[in-house]
C-alpha cells in the first residue's frame, strides 16, 4: 500500500512540475511586437495541426523534429517567439532552444494566447 502513495505522490510532482514548467513567459501583445521586430515566429505542433489553422507568417517545425532542425530557426542572436497548442510542447521547444545556444526564446504558449 506504501508504494501505491509512493507512486501517487510521484505523479502529482511530475504533472505539477509540468504545469509549471509550461507557463507563457510573454502575452500574445508582446509576441505580437516582438514579431512585428522581426522575431521569428515558430509553431512546433504537428504538420497536421499546423495546416488546420496556424498564425500568420509561422514557420513549422514539429517539437520532436527541432534538434535537427535548428539552422531552419535562423541566427542564434534573433528574437524567437514559440507556440503550440497548449503549451507544453513550446516550453520544451524554448528550453532546447536555450540549451543550443539561441539566446531571445520567448515561449508564447499556446496558439490561442495569440
Known sequence: MDWLLSGIVVV???VG????RSRADVSGSEARQLVDAGAVLLDVRTPQEFSGGHI???INIPVQELHHRLADVGAHDR?????????????????????????AVRDLGGIGRW
Not at 512540475?17 to 509549471?20: A, K, N, V
Not at 516550453?91 to 536555450?98: G, T
Request: proline share 0%; aromatic share 12%; with cysteine.
Open 12 to 14: 502529482l510532482l511530475v
Open 56 to 58: 500568420e507568417g509561422a
Open 79 to 103: 528574437a524567437v517567439v514559440v507556440y503550440c497548442r497548449s503549451g507544453m510542447r513550446s516550453a520544451r521547444a524554448s528550453a532546447m532552444l536555450k540549451e543550443a545556444g539561441f539566446s
Open 17 to 20: 512540475y509540468l504545469i509549471f
